[in-house]
């Protein structure tokens, strides 16, 4: 106990400063991958990355993205041969037949490498290249998951949410995007009129991820539609929630967000852009942790701390929050 929820950086914050609080091994992170993409033919799972790196220690903590001090030569490379070819510079999709083709897991999130529109550097690169020769091999993501988290020396059990593909894609009035594309590729500048998590109808929590809903469960301050959205989707998911103890950390205080598009994009879904909101979108949760500036009266417990988390020590105050919320669900 617990499992985290993992989605972003707001969860992953979090456990930067859970080992004094909770038992490194008995901790199980579920990741989102509904922001995976397929570039260049590689699957990058941000999410999963963010916390392999971050467990592991080497997690760029200035972007919250990425390997520390990671070169990138070969990124800089595929922007000089971009920059020679006669195209738009914004993300490129593959066509939309090619969407479905392939291994299952990318569909409906493949993207052209030229232009590479996210930063990926070369250590992170090879991670990658490692995760899609698994995948090949026929593993699942959830057996290549815990691979890597073993070649990463990792003492809690990193697992994705699903081995079914499922593409948060945002839909615009100039037409849908995925989210990467939404928020890496156009700076989040897009109007967002909805957002859809594509193929969730059809997809299946992994076997491992439901039964870590069998413990507490925290979410951290993590993006409610797109960092948590995604699990929620799926068959199942926020029923096991509803018969576990839940207790979420709110990435706003009042009607200021902390950081990211989760204003906007709990806008587009009905919601209010609020820890009001938060707490209508998780009617599963059981108890909340506030910050000590959110004057915001709910129906269920909540503990109130400073949230704001810049540095390890208010990493290790925010998870002491959680678990003390977790006591008195």
């Known amino acids: 106990m617990p499992t985290f929820l993992a989605g972003g950086t707001g969860t992953?914050?979090?456990?930067?400063?859970?080992d004094p609080v909770f038992e490194p091994t008995s901790v199980t992170v579920v990741g989102n991958t509904g922001d995976d993409v397929e570039l260049g033919g590689l699957l990058v799972c941000p999410d999963l990355d963010t916390v392999l790196y971050e467990r592991s220690?080497?997690?760029?903590?200035?972007?919250?993205?990425?390997?520390?001090?990671?070169?990138?030569?070969?990124?800089?490379?595929?922007?000089?041969?971009?920059?020679?070819?006669?195209?738009?510079?914004?993300?490129?999709y593959l066509p939309e037949q090619a969407q479905t083709a392939g291994r299952d897991?990318?569909?409906?999130?493949?993207?052209?490498?030229?232009?590479?529109?996210?930063h990926i550097g070369d250590q992170d690169r090879a991670?990658?290249?490692?995760?899609?020769?698994?995948?090949?091999?026929?593993?699942?993501?959830?057996?290549t998951t815990r691979d890597l988290a073993d070649s990463f020396g990792l003492?809690?059990?990193?697992?994705?949410?699903?081995?079914?593909?499922?593409?948060?894609?945002?839909?615009?009035?100039?037409?849908?995007?995925h989210f990467q594309a939404f928020?890496?590729?156009?700076?989040?500048?897009?109007?967002?009129?909805?957002?859809?998590?594509?193929?969730?109808e059809s997809a299946a929590p992994s076997a491992a991820a439901l039964d870590a809903l069998d413990d507490p469960v925290?979410?951290?301050?993590?993006?409610?539609?797109?960092?948590?959205?995604?699990?929620?989707?799926?068959?199942?998911?926020?029923?096991?929630?509803?018969?576990?103890?839940v207790v979420a950390v709110s990435p706003f205080v009042e009607d200021t967000v902390f950081s990211g598009p989760a204003a906007e994009l709990m806008q587009a879904e009905g919601y209010e852009a609020s820890t009001a909101g938060v707490a209508a979108a998780?009617?599963?949760?059981?108890?909340?942790?506030?910050?000590?500036?959110?004057?915001?009266?709910?129906?269920?417990?909540?503990?109130?701390?400073?949230?704001?988390?810049?540095?390890?020590?208010?990493?290790?105050?925010?998870?002491?929050?959680?678990?003390?919320a977790i006591e008195v669900a």
């Open 12 to 18: 992953p914050k979090v456990l930067w400063g859970a």
């Open 57 to 92: 220690d080497e997690l760029d903590r200035e972007t919250w993205w990425g390997r520390a001090g990671d070169p990138s030569v070969t990124h800089d490379a595929i922007q000089d041969v971009g920059d020679g070819l006669d195209r738009d510079a914004g993300p490129r």
């Open 105 to 118: 897991i990318a569909r409906w999130r493949r993207f052209s490498a030229v232009p590479e529109f996210m």
């Open 127 to 143: 991670v990658h290249v490692a995760r899609t020769s698994l995948l090949d091999e026929g593993k699942s993501l959830t057996q």
């Open 155 to 177: 003492t809690v059990d990193l697992i994705p949410m699903s081995d079914d593909p499922v593409a948060s894609i945002i839909h615009t009035p100039d037409g849908e995007m």
């Open 183 to 200: 928020w890496v590729g156009y700076g989040g500048e897009p109007e967002v009129s909805g957002v859809e998590f594509r193929g969730s």
């Open 218 to 245: 925290v979410i951290g301050p993590s993006n409610p539609v797109t960092s948590i959205g995604p699990m929620l989707a799926l068959e199942g998911f926020r029923e096991a929630l509803s018969e576990t103890t």
């Open 282 to 324: 998780y009617d599963f949760a059981d108890a909340f942790v506030l910050d000590s500036a959110d004057g915001t009266e709910l129906d269920r417990p909540v503990v109130r701390t400073d949230t704001a988390i810049e540095t390890q020590a208010d990493a290790t105050r925010v998870a002491e929050a959680t678990k003390r």
